[in-house]
T-cell receptor, first 114, second 116 residues
Framework: SQQGEEDPQALSIQEGENATMNCSYKTSINNLQWYRQNSGRGLVHLILIRSNEREKHSGRLRVTLDTSKKSSSLLITASRAADTASYFCATDSGSKTGANNLFFGTGTRLTVIP | DTEVTQTPKHLVMGMTNKKSLKCEQHMGHRAMYWYKQKAKKPPELMFVYSYEKLSINESVPSRFSPECPNSSLLNLHLHALQPEDSALYLC???????????????FGPGTRLTVT
């Protein structure tokens, strides 16, 4: 299976604290992406980091990538109650078809307590 | 318009029924995807269409039949499903990567399918 592993499986923090989620994967990648999913709805793309990048920022999000360890982390700073959701990493190993086939990690369920 | 729409939102069907799920996007994306997601699990890739041609079928049973009538539409035809097929079915689209464009996918809200 190409599915990645995420930890922790669940994380509960107070509003204003930082949240860190980790993702490990098995194959070589073109890029790694993070998505958020609210309560059984569609996924929303958060950030993409290419295999030749080590760190990327977007607003309150910071993503790191270590290809030697096949791992990535997502940091959400100054969390808000609205950040409560499931977060998934997804790896893109490239394809010959023009489509990008994503394989999702197991996910982290984040709860931010007001 | 960066929206992917899916209909219906909810579907309950018996094991002998035939139904279809529909997905539509108007972003000019040439890659479209079907995923299946069970509760508290990650999405699992089912089918990939690139330029209206099926490029990936991730060993999905034949009771699921995808169709891409044109570059904006994607259907998933369902027939003789089993109760274990109950899940959230997600559609997504992305720009093609031939020109080195980024690979983010845009997801629809999903169809919650219950097979009785």
């Amino acid at each position: 299976s190409q599915q990645g592993e995420e930890d922790p499986q669940a994380l509960s923090i107070q509003e204003g604290e930082n949240a860190t989620m980790n993702c490990s994967y098995k194959t070589s990648i073109n890029n790694l992406q993070w998505y958020r999913q609210n309560s059984g709805r569609g996924l929303v793309h958060l950030i993409l980091i290419r295999s030749n990048e080590r760190e990327k920022h977007s607003g309150r999000l910071r993503v790191t990538l270590d290809t030697s360890k096949k791992s990535s982390s997502l940091l959400i700073t100054a969390s808000r109650a609205a950040d409560t959701a499931s977060y998934f990493c997804a790896t893109d190993s490239g394809s010959k078809t023009g489509a990008n086939n994503l394989f999702f990690g197991t996910g982290t369920r984040l709860t931010v307590i007001p | 318009d960066t929206e992917v729409t899916q209909t219906p939102k909810h579907l309950v069907m018996g094991m002998t029924n035939k139904k279809s799920l529909k997905c539509e996007q108007h972003m000019g994306h040439r890659a479209m995807y079907w995923y299946k997601q069970k509760a508290k699990k990650p999405p699992e890739l089912m089918f990939v269409y690139s330029y209206e041609k099926l490029s990936i079928n991730e060993s999905v049973p034949s009771r699921f039949s995808p169709e891409c009538p044109n570059s904006s539409l994607l259907n998933l035809h369902l027939h003789a499903l089993q109760p274990e097929d109950s899940a959230l079915y997600l559609c997504a689209s992305s720009q093609d990567q031939w020109r080195g464009l980024v690979g983010e996918q845009y997801f629809g809200p999903g169809t919650r399918l219950t097979v009785t």
